[in-house]
């Protein structure tokens, strides 16, 4: 095998040790000069002054340098490549950074009267509607907080549809074999039994779907949760016929649109037989947040189901102006204080607004075709077992490797993703949907230096295993710190102050 030239990010072992910011305090220094006393100077009583809370003291600029040394430490979507599968962890526009941190947007009170909030509204009808449209579907809830919480609700809505028409006995809800875990824990939490239905090579087993539906009786099923693209980050192909077995059965069909960055613009999930469905817009419009952070889980559904949606629901009077809905008898209720969350669908809206038609259906089209581009030029050293170009087999904007010849060689995966870091790359999703697997979505905004760098990068470490292994093992090499006992560091983690 070649040697290939990867270039390594400077080593950041070179680098002092960075003091705990108590450590670094300077007697009698202060970042701000107070103006002079122009009133009467009252002591504090005694009793009042305690002992002191011993803050550090500091210049502006050695606060400043001390955050920053620490935040350069990071691995961030803004410095690294960052492809972890299933979180769309592309590039934030700043323009929607700014849109929402707008004084008129972040200082707004959630209780405040309708008419002093009509720009605010006016944002979130538009958003609303714009995702109907996106959906294909008849109306849209922006309430829930996150993508569990989209399944959640949305399962909620099912649940009341059927318990209106006299159908309370459809409690059990499928899900593929490859699902996230929210999908589980929202019908558990929801009351609903999950019976699981086999995938093959990342579709729907046709037959299985139909086996388990006649052992738990059309009568008892409520809805097919279906992740599409599925997680294995390939296209359901038979997605409609799916959806007819599913209604056949008298139940809805469930869409998991965490992978909507796969079809925005171009596959509207109305279209191929879905009933209700969420959107991640933290992934799919902005607002990355892998591992963490504000995000948002509105729901789209059918007009059956739109009666049922959370109150309160943004509306447009027929004058034009706009307000919230609270009135709507057969409403599950509020599932979420106040609105939404607000700041994220400012950015979803930004988003949505700045890209159009057009570029909503660039985004999907780039999206996989870089998924494409990476898998391809890798294949011959990463194992792909769902990916066959010369059999009309593609990925969608993920795709699923497991390096089974890498790994016989002496490596584990941990091993593989640290020395990723030694390169500057963030790993990808690990062990997920299949064991000894890497999920990596490199999303639409990266350019092709970014995703060549990558491919020289596994390739590298490829030629590191078979001619220098304990480079790998003992990965990563360059990081501030060596590798860390993960789990002792979530079950046991010791806290300083930095
Ligand atoms: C396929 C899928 N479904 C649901 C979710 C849950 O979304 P959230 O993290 O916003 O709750 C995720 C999150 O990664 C996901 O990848």
């Known amino acids: 095998m070649n ?3 990867v270039v390594q990010i400077a080593s950041r072992r070179d680098r002092p040790t960075e003091p705990l910011i108590f450590e670094k305090h300077v007697d009698r220094t202060t970042g701000v000069d107070f103006p002079p006393l122009d009133v009467p100077e009252i002591g504090v009583p005694e009793e009042l002054l305690g002992s002191g809370i011993d803050l550090p003291s500091f210049g502006q600029h050695d606060v400043m340098a001390h955050y920053t040394h620490l935040s350069d430490r990071n691995f961030s979507v803004d410095g690294n490549f960052y492809p972890l599968g299933s979180c769309t962890m592309k590039h934030n526009p700043r323009i929607n950074e700014w849109g929402a941190s707008l004084p008129g947007f972040a200082c707004l009170h959630p209780l405040q009267d309708e008419d002093t909030i009509q720009g605010a509204l006016r944002l979130l009808y538009e958003t609303r509607t714009m995702l109907e449209e996106i959906a294909g579907l008849h109306e849209v809830s922006l309430q829930p907080a996150a993508g569990a919480h989209g399944e959640f609700t949305a399962l909620k809505v099912i649940k009341a549809y059927y318990a209106d028409h006299g159908q309370s006995g459809r409690t059990v809800v499928l899900a593929a074999d490859t699902a996230h875990g929210t999908n589980l824990a929202s019908c558990t939490m929801c009351g609903a039994t ?8 990342g579709q729907t087993d046709l037959e299985h779907l139909k086996e388990v539906i006649s052992n738990v009786g059309a009568d008892n099923l409520a809805a097919f949760m279906i992740t599409n693209p599925s997680t294995a980050g390939l296209f359901d192909v038979n997605i409609k ?30 279209d191929f037989g879905t009933d209700a469905m969420h959107f991640n817009t933290h992934k799919t419009f902005s607002t990355p947040h892998g591992g963490g952070g504000p995000g948002s889980g509105p729901i789209a559904v059918t007009e059956v189901l739109a009666p049922y949606l959370p109150v309160p629901q943004v509306m447009m009077a027929n004058n034009g102006s706009f307000y919230l809905d609270r009135d709507r008898e057969k409403s599950i209720g509020k599932v979420r204080s106040f609105i939404c969350q607000f700041g994220v669908l400012v950015r979803c809206w930004a988003y949505i607004s700045a890209c159009g038609p057009n570029g909503l259906r660039n985004v999907s089209e780039t999206a996989v075709l870089n998924a494409n581009y990476l898998a391809a030029r890798l294949a011959d050293l990463y194992s792909m077992p769902y990916f066959d170009p010369q059999n009309g087999k593609f990925c ?5 490797t497991v390096p089974r010849e890498l790994l016989d060689k002496g490596v584990t995966l941990i091993d593989i993703a640290k020395r990723m870091i030694d390169y500057g790359v963030h790993p990808p999703t690990m062990h997920w949907p299949v064991h000894d697997c890497f999920m990596v979505e490199p999303t639409e905004t990266e350019s092709k230096a970014a995703l060549d760098h990558f491919v020289d990068v596994m390739r590298k470490i490829a030629s590191e295993i078979s001619l220098d292994i304990e480079k790998v093992q003992n990965a990563p090499l360059e990081s501030d710190i060596a590798r860390a006992d993960e789990v002792a560091a979530a079950r046991k983690p010791i806290l300083t102050f930095t």
């Open 3 to 5: 040697t290939i030239e």
């Open 194 to 201: 999950v019976e699981t239905v086999r995938t093959e090579h």
């Open 396 to 400: 969608a904007h993920e795709f699923v």
């Open 241 to 270: 016929e799916i959806a007819d077995i599913v209604h056949e059965s008298g139940a809805m069909l469930y869409l998991d649109g965490a992978n909507m960055n796969a079809m925005v613009g171009r596959i509207r999930p109305g």
